[in-house]
Every structure is written in structure tokens, then in C-alpha cells.
Antibody, heavy 117, light 107 residues
Framework: QVPLQESGPGLVKPSQTLSLTCSVS??????????WSWIRQPAGKGLEWIGR???????NYNPSLESRVTISVDTSKNQFSLTLRSVTAADTAVYYC?????????WGQGTLVTVSS | EIVMTQSPATLSVSPGERATLSCRAS??????LAWYQQKPGQAPRVLIY???TRASGLPARFSGSGSGTEYTLTISSLQSEDFAVYYC?????????FGQGTKVEIK
């Protein structure tokens, strides 16, 4: 298990931008052949894959969110980030960062983001 | 998008009994299929990947099988710590998709 930790605001106003960061410890984010991913889960519901990034910059997004989402990586800080623009109440969820591009072998504890005015 | 359908939605099982969870994909996922366990307030944890490979440290009572569009997670003798929600996930196609989950509850 590689420790991952999400951080960011827990409350975002509608139409604004959600920004989260995932800090990776226990090794360099750019070592190994790992992708780094974001996944979310609305309360009481299932899991939705948001996107993934490789340290060389290769990125894939869920088409359902692609127009609003950006994932980036900062290898100097051993972090990767999620930005989701123009949020609505439907974006309220627990957001997880995870290691993996296919299946996900390590997960952060998750952070609840509520979209509300 | 590949739709993953899990059944049943809820499975009531007594401790020590066998549990069989099913996952069906809307098209073949070529065994690029993972199973996760999620307990309340916790992140999911991977149990099985490649349809049948157990994650490191996973007890042998958990097994995965299947191919093409049909997959099964079997828990041979349920322990108290196994009562949780289980999700399947395909990673053969974009976007990655999860099933809606099967809740395994105490009978």
C-alpha cells in the first residue's frame, strides 16, 4: 500500500471550480510504471472514474466530464491534482485519488466535497 | 461505455456460509476485471484483478472467476469482517466503469 492523501476545500459554490490535490508518500510519483487516478462517489451511490495521469503527462478523462476536468501532476512535490469547473450539486461526492490506470491498488481515504451556496 | 451490472443488489448470508456475487459486462472485457470491497466510511480496496488474481495478502477464501462478459466473486466461508459492499470494475475499455455494487449483509 502506497499512502495517498487528498486535500482541498470541502465546500464549493455552484458554478465555481473544485480543486483537489493528492499527496503521495512512500516513493516518488514518477518512479515505477504507475498511472495516478481520480475517482468519485456520491453519497450512497457507486463509483465513477474521473481520469488518470502518467508522470510523463499522458492523460485520459471520462468523456462525461472531459469538458470540465483537468488533471495535472507536480513531480517536484510528489502530488497530482484535480480541477473540475462549473460545478453543480451533482458534483457533490467523496473524491478519491488512487494509484493505477487499470485497476486501483492503493486509495486515499477520500475527501467529501459539497457543492452548495 | 461498457455497462457493468452486478447481481444481486443485496445478498443476505449467515457467517460461515458461501457467498456468490455476479458481475456482467455489456460487452467482453477480456478478463480485465477487478473486484473491490468497501466498508462504511472507508475507501474501496482491491481484492481481485485480472478476473482471478488475488491481491497481496488476501485470504484464500476469496476467489474470482469468469471470462468474456460474465464474472463471479466467491467468498467460500463468510467471516464477520467480510460483510461489506463489493464492486466490480472493468479496465478493458474507456471510460473505466464500475458496477453498482452488491451489499453482503448478515442474515
Amino acid at each position: 500500500q502506497v499512502p495517498l492523501q487528498e486535500s482541498g476545500p470541502g465546500l464549493v459554490k455552484p458554478s465555481q471550480t473544485l480543486s483537489l490535490t493528492c499527496s503521495v508518500s512512500g516513493g516518488s510519483i514518477s518512479s515505477g510504471s504507475y498511472y495516478w487516478s481520480w475517482i468519485r462517489q456520491p453519497a450512497g451511490k457507486g463509483l465513477e472514474w474521473i481520469g488518470r495521469i502518467y508522470p510523463n503527462g499522458n492523460i485520459n478523462y471520462n468523456p462525461s466530464l472531459e469538458s470540465r476536468v483537468t488533471i495535472s501532476v507536480d513531480t517536484s512535490k510528489n502530488q497530482f491534482s484535480l480541477t473540475l469547473r462549473s460545478v453543480t450539486a451533482a458534483d457533490t461526492a467523496v473524491y478519491y485519488c488512487a494509484r493505477g490506470g487499470g485497476y486501483y491498488s492503493s486509495w486515499g481515504q477520500g475527501t467529501l466535497v459539497t457543492v452548495s451556496s | 461505455e461498457i455497462v457493468m451490472t452486478q447481481s444481486p443488489a443485496t445478498l443476505s448470508v449467515s457467517p460461515g456460509e458461501r457467498a456468490t456475487l455476479s458481475c456482467r459486462a455489456s460487452q467482453s472485457v477480456n478478463s480485465n476485471l477487478a473486484w473491490y470491497q468497501q466498508k462504511p466510511g472507508q475507501a474501496p480496496r482491491v481484492l481481485i484483478y485480472g478476473a482471478s488474481t488475488r491481491a497481496s495478502g488476501l485470504p484464500a477464501r476469496f476467489s474470482g472467476s469468469g471470462s468474456g462478459t460474465e464474472y463471479t466473486l466467491t467468498i467460500s466461508s463468510l467471516q464477520s469482517e467480510d460483510f461489506a459492499v463489493y464492486y466490480c470494475q472493468q479496465y478493458n475499455n474507456w471510460p473505466r466503469t464500475f458496477g453498482q455494487g452488491t451489499k453482503v449483509e448478515i442474515k
